[in-house]
């Protein structure tokens, strides 16, 4: 079976995101990854749709300057809470924290999307938003699920493609992917709309 998206150039993630990776996996789209050596701390004066957009960019921008004929995707994921960056948490105390606040609310996953073709001087970026309202969690599965160390590496402390994590939500409006980390319909949208060209083969849809 031939895959939906089939590019005529190079594909690079500029992250070294595991999820990221898998989900573009799922889409059988063959590509590389190069870590992107820029800083990713916030911009304190960003309003926070347009954060996680901004570190999407500078992440693709270095990396698209060194491969100009290769296609560079970059993202980035940053969970709000009544107008609070909840960023990866540092510590399982920190993890704690964060998820007794979620406890029992409602957040906003954003997720920032640049796609940038040095050779044709092209560069999108885009983003979506999901909220995703969390079940009142008990300090037992706070801390059964702090202990299994996955909180640590993800931003609001919680992935909702965890075993453990999946069970806190109660619900969720918009993209579900745009919550693991890549938003898959906004990605081939926008390939399909900015770049025709690359795409070696594109069906309906």
């Known amino acids: 079976m031939n895959p939906l998206i089939s590019l005529s150039s190079p594909l690079i993630l500029a992250s070294q995101s595991p999820r990221r990776q898998r989900l573009l996996e799922r889409l059988q789209v063959p590509f590389s990854v190069e870590v992107s050596p820029a800083d990713e701390t916030h911009d304190a004066d960003a309003a926070p749709s347009q954060l996680a957009r901004r570190l999407a960019e500078r992440k693709a921008t270095p990396v698209a300057k060194a491969h100009p004929s290769a296609l560079v995707m970059a993202a980035d994921t940053i969970v709000i809470h009544e107008d609070t960056v909840l960023g990866k948490p540092d510590s399982t105390e920190a993890a704690t924290r964060m998820l007794r606040r979620l406890s029992d609310t409602t957040h906003t996953v954003y997720t920032g999307l640049s796609l940038h073709h040095r050779d044709t001087d092209r560069r999108v970026t885009t983003g979506r938003a999901t909220d995703v309202a969390f079940a009142s969690l008990s300090a037992h599965e706070i801390e059964a699920y702090v202990a299994t160390g996955s909180p640590l590496d993800k931003a609001g402390a919680y992935g909702i493609q965890d075993h453990t994590g999946a069970l806190f939500v ?36």
């Not at 060209?197 to 594109?202: P, R």
């Open 170 to 205: 109660d619900a969720l409006h918009g993209d579900y992917y745009n919550v693991v980390g890549l938003p898959l319909r906004t990605l081939y949208a926008t390939l399909r709309s900015d770049f025709p060209d690359l795409l070696a083969h594109s069906r309906a849809g």
